[in-house]
């Protein structure tokens, strides 16, 4: 049994409704009858339709106007009665479709966009995640030390040393000549 073609199983607890119905019914599967309609309705907006039902149309009223009197089956006399009918029927047929096949392309654009919406969402939060992050960086890097601050703190304490006595002035000029400038 498929997924789709579900029965309905009887219990044997239970009683049987007995229901009479007047016409016995067809299972019809809703998507397969959907995919058909859009079909139908794809093949009405093609050229090749309209093509086809221009000749159909026109076969039809030359038959009828210009084929003798007695093999004439929709006579012009009573103005293409049956031709109306053909093309009412049609088109009564033809509109439900369509709306059918629209309103199947409407739910899946709707599923589309909220499928593009959850994405949207998504990206929105990654990147005020990741504008989160490169600012914290850029905090945490202004508290890193660059070069140029550690040679000016060295300095600004070699300076307080000499200032306090901890080093002579002789010891500390050395020290600054061997240190290569940036």
Aim: glycine share 2%.
């Amino acid at each position: 049994m498929r997924a789709g073609a579900r029965r309905e199983v009887s219990r044997l607890d239970q009683p049987r409704e007995l229901r009479r119905r007047l016409f016995p019914t067809v299972p019809i599967s809703s998507e397969r009858f959907g995919v058909w309609s859009e079909k139908f309705a794809r093949f009405m907006g093609t050229a090749t339709f309209l093509i086809w039902m221009t000749i159909f149309v026109a076969v039809w009223l030359a038959w009828n106007t210009f084929a003798p009197e007695a093999a004439q089956f929709d006579p012009r006399s009573l103005n293409y009665t049956l031709l109306t009918l053909i093309l009412s029927l049609q088109a009564s047929y033809a509109a439900p479709l369509i709306l059918l096949a629209q309103n199947r392309q409407d739910d899946r654009d709707r599923v589309g966009l909220e499928q593009d919406r959850a994405r949207d969402e998504r990206n929105l939060a990654d990147t005020e995640f990741l504008t989160r992050e490169v600012a914290s960086l850029r905090l945490a890097m202004r508290d890193t030390a660059t070069r140029d601050f550690v040679r000016s703190e060295l300095r600004s304490l070699l300076e307080e040393m000499e200032e306090r006595g901890y080093l002579r002035a002789e010891d500390a000029a050395p020290a600054e000549q061997d240190r290569p400038t940036a």
